[in-house]
């Protein structure tokens, strides 16, 4: 969905650090494991607006952190 040269270039907008990406059955998303914040894709598009991230929990960031893209930036 994303290519991996764009994900090397993407960043969270709220601490400009490496985001993950994350393929779940009901879409891709990226994420953030250090701030535990997740942006949704639309339309193949990063969404990655500080208001639009939502917050994951405990249970979520280890089920995200299994699904993460290996070759992403940690």
Same mark, same amino acid.
Do not use: F, W
């Given at each position: 969905m994303i290519d991996e040269t764009l994900l090397s270039? &993407? =960043?969270c907008p /709220?601490? $400009?650090g490496p985001l993950l990406l994350v393929e779940k059955p009901d879409g891709a !998303? !990226?994420?953030n494991p $250090?701030? $535990? $914040?997740a942006y949704r894709i639309e339309?193949?598009?990063p969404v &990655? %607006? =500080?208001d639009e991230g939502t917050a994951v929990?405990?249970?979520e960031h280890v089920r %995200?952190? /299994?699904r993460a893209n290996p070759a992403a930036p940690q």
């Amino acid at each position: 969905m994303i290519d991996e040269t764009l994900l090397s270039i &993407l =960043v969270c907008p /709220a601490d $400009r650090g490496p985001l993950l990406l994350v393929e779940k059955p009901d879409g891709a !998303l !990226l994420y953030n494991p $250090r701030l $535990r $914040r997740a942006y949704r894709i639309e339309d193949g598009i990063p969404v &990655l %607006l =500080v208001d639009e991230g939502t917050a994951v929990s405990d249970d979520e960031h280890v089920r %995200l952190m /299994a699904r993460a893209n290996p070759a992403a930036p940690q």
